[in-house]
């Protein structure tokens, strides 16, 4: 029996919130009798890749979120080939409500035969066309990801020690979101003046330079005694960016206006017909970190309930009383904590792996015929690619990019991985070599140079250098095989993605 094969359309960068990394990497790491492989969109849809055949693909929703680029016409025009490719095409949009119209037309253009939304309302309006024509099904924007849990809630202090009371970061939406997107931000930042103004210590912000990156925010968490928090979401859609670009602007121009002076400008009439909400993954993480979560009463998952789960907080604040007693009762605190971490963590419901084993038992496995033989041996390079986008440093990947692109244009495409190698070979046991090496030696030594271009070598020898010192040579030179599978025409598309694409032009 062949292993079902399914690829995933991805935009990995090392700066990625682990979230979004665990939300792609779900499916290879729970799904053992499936061979997942990965596609990163600035990689050359080859002809080679094109003939495979998978039982599925997915498009992640990193991938969907570059639907605001002047360029998505050309990606989805590339990507349309991914339909004869696969059984099922299956799409995990988030945020689903701005560039609405524009993920509407990409759904119907690349016949996508599921729609997995975070959105637990407003689906008729975000999605005009697709909604009569292609089932939509219920996704978190993140789960509980097994693997992590122990590591993350070391991060986390004794509650008794934990030197601030009430903790949060919080994104403070434009008013491209509605009147329902900005309702978190402003909760925030009541909640703090009230906590402020009784004597609590408090570090909330919806400052973007304070948001903390990777698992600095599991320790911020974990120092909080108590979190504060909602469902967001938007109450409008904007369905081509043009409401976002009458904003930008106008408040280019008028940056004190305030709220109600930029809809009146930019889109009288149109907030509040629907109200999309969604439920963010930092229900999860405070369950992680043992952080107690004072919530706006609402349906969370159909798991949580006030007062056993969450502290309730009423959203006219009329409660804050209460809310305060009940922060002071320890021990009903501490209850309040341990029941949503048995019903957010340890239950199991909401876990990455409960997540891919649905997709795949209701959108895959009824649709594809395993035993048939049909799926082929997964692609051997898959891995050390995905190694060398998700370690790497994002401007590393980007600058060897580059350098593939220009060798292929300069006819040098086999002397860079015969660079690489001798590169490392010079270098051998003696990492100081890394940092003494110049084009010169390499001139001196007879060894291969991929460019005729002193500058273009220059930056070669540099970027060899840190590969090298990330232990990434194969992966680079995986990567560099893999685009050397399609012919010149391949290439037209991708010169756009460099920030120097006249040097690619100059190849010519």
């Known amino acids: 029996m062949s292993a079902a094969r399914m690829l995933i359309i991805h935009s ?46 997915l498009l992640s929703y990193d991938f969907l979120s570059y639907r605001q680029s002047a360029h998505w016409p050309a990606i989805v025009e590339r990507y349309r080939a ?38 637990e309302s407003g689906l008729d309006l975000v999605y005009e066309k697709s909604a009569g024509s292609i089932p939509i099904r219920f996704a978190l924007t993140g789960y509980v990801d097994p693997i992590s849990v122990d590591e993350l809630e070391h991060l986390a ?30 909760q925030a930042r009541e909640f703090a003046r009230r906590a402020d103004a009784a004597g609590l210590r408090i570090d909330i912000s919806t400052d973007p330079g304070d948001v903390f990156p990777g698992d600095a925010w599991y320790r911020f968490l974990g120092s909080c005694r108590f979190t504060v928090g909602r469902k967001g979401g938007a109450s409008m859609c904007d369905p081509d960016g043009s409401i976002r670009a009458c904003v930008e602007t106008y408040l280019a121009g008028r940056p004190e206006a305030g709220f109600d002076d930029v809809e009146a400008e930019c889109f009288p009439g149109r907030d509040g017909h629907a109200r999309m909400s969604a ?52 021990d009903r605190v501490e209850s309040i904590v341990a029941a949503s971490r048995r019903a957010l963590i340890f239950d199991g419901n909401f876990t990455y792996a409960s997540f891919a084993a649905a997709v795949f038992e209701t959108d895959v496995a009824p649709y594809v015929d395993i035993s048939s033989g049909r799926s082929a041996v997964p692609d051997v390079t898959a891995a050390p690619l995905e190694l060398l986008q ?24 086999g002397s860079l991985g015969r660079f690489l190698l001798r590169f490392e070979d010079m270098v051998g046991d003696d990492e100081s070599a890394i940092e003494i090496l110049e084009p010169e030696s390499f001139e001196a030594n007879a060894v291969e140079l991929p460019f005729r271009k002193g500058r273009l070598n220059e930056m070669a020898i540099e970027v060899a250098r840190h590969l090298i010192g990330l232990g990434l040579v194969e992966a680079a030179i995986a990567w560099t095989r893999r685009a050397a599978e399609p012919d010149a025409a391949e290439w037209e598309f991708w010169p756009w993605l460099s920030p120097h694409g006249a040097e690619l032009e100059a190849q010519r």
């Open 157 to 186: 202090l004794p509650f008794g020690d934990r030197p601030i009371d009430v903790g949060q970061r919080v994104r403070d939406l434009p008013p491209w979101y509605g009147r329902y997107g900005r309702i978190k931000g402003d």
């Open 279 to 330: 439920i963010s993954p930092r229900l999860f993480d405070a369950a992680i970190t043992g952080t107690c979560q004072i919530l706006t009463r609402d349906d969370y998952l159909g798991a949580l309930e006030p007062y056993v789960h969450y502290v309730p907080l009423a959203d006219d604040f009329s409660n804050f009383d209460e809310v305060l007693e009940l922060m002071r009762d320890r």
């Open 390 to 413: 998700l370690v790497a440093p994002y401007h590393l990947y980007v600058a060897w990019l580059r350098l593939v692109l220009l060798a292929f244009r300069a006819g040098t495409a």
């Open 82 to 119: 991914l339909r004869d490719m696969t059984v099922r095409l299956i799409a995990l949009p988030q945020d689903d409500y701005t560039y609405s119209a524009v993920l509407d037309d990409t759904m119907v253009r690349l016949g996508v035969d599921t729609i997995y939304s975070p959105l």
């Open 12 to 57: 990995m960068q090392a700066r990625y919130r682990k979230t979004t990394v665990d939300f792609v990497r779900a499916f290879e790491r729970y799904l053992p009798d499936v061979a997942v492989e990965y596609h990163h969109w600035r990689q050359p849809l080859t002809a080679a890749l094109r003939a495979q055949r998978f039982d599925a693909v």
